[in-house]
């Protein structure tokens, strides 16, 4: 079974503090994604990668960064948190998909940040 | 940009009852996706659907994919308390491979 893990389930930071986010896949998935989630709003993209030192910007991704060293990791940064950046990050991953398709996505069980 | 709605937000339900949740884009979608969260817990993939018009069951469940490939359901016959959670879909947009996910229908089942 594919597994994503996500390093903290929960983190409670101050405004104005850099904050790491760490997911590690073990299916040699070349997609790895960032979501949040918030009440009413349903899952934003943040930011997406196709490859490893590959990143795009997703719908939302102010005031957020990552970093893809190596194939299986996908980190997301916030450079200096504040208090509208608590939410649940929720990262996934999956296969490049055959035409006409697009990959299933396989999630971690979330991050969730509170950001005082 | 690129919206995918859908409805109802919240759906509360007698066990047995039937539950429907409409997904509608604001642009042609190359296919569309469900996947299901149960409280607590983190998205999971249920299905996939390509060709317009389709129609995939799934035991209890039946997802369809509108001719015009904006709008998609998924219906539930006879809710059980198994069933709840929050159904989101998810889509790509022509040409561009990253998923839009909808606001999600929460579903409650009253026992």
């Known amino acids: 079974d594919v597994k994503v893990t996500q390093s903290s389930r929960y983190l409670v930071k101050r405004t104005g503090e850099k904050v790491f986010l760490e997911c590690v896949q073990d299916?040699?998935?070349?997609?790895m994604f960032w979501y949040r989630q918030d009440p009413g709003l349903g899952l934003r993209l943040i930011y997406f990668s196709y490859d490893v030192k590959m990143k795009e910007k997703g719908d939302i991704p102010e005031g957020y960064s990552v970093s893809r060293e190596k194939k299986e990791r996908f980190s997301l940064i916030l450079e200096s948190a504040s208090t509208n950046q608590t939410s649940m990050y929720l990262c996934?991953?999956?296969?490049?998909?055959?035409?006409?398709?697009?990959?299933?996505?396989?999630f971690g069980e979330g991050s969730r940040l509170t950001v005082l | 940009g690129q919206q995918v709605m859908q409805i109802p937000q919240y759906q509360h339900v007698q066990e047995g009852e039937d539950f429907t949740t409409y997904c509608n884009s604001s642009?042609?979608?190359?296919?569309i996706q469900w996947y299901k969260q149960r409280p607590g817990g983190h998205p999971v993939f249920l299905i996939q659907l390509v060709k317009s018009g389709e129609v995939k069951k799934q035991k209890r469940l039946t997802f369809q994919f509108g001719e015009a490939k904006k709008n998609s359901s998924l219906h539930i016959t006879a809710t059980q308390t198994t069933d709840v959670g929050t159904y989101f879909c998810a889509g790509p947009h022509f040409g561009n491979e990253k998923l839009t996910f909808g606001t999600g229908t929460r579903l409650t089942i009253i026992p």
């Open positions: 299916m040699d998935h070349e997609n």
């Open positions: 996934a991953s999956s296969l490049p998909p055959p035409a006409a398709n697009t990959g299933e996505l396989f």
């Open positions: 642009t042609t979608l190359s296919n």
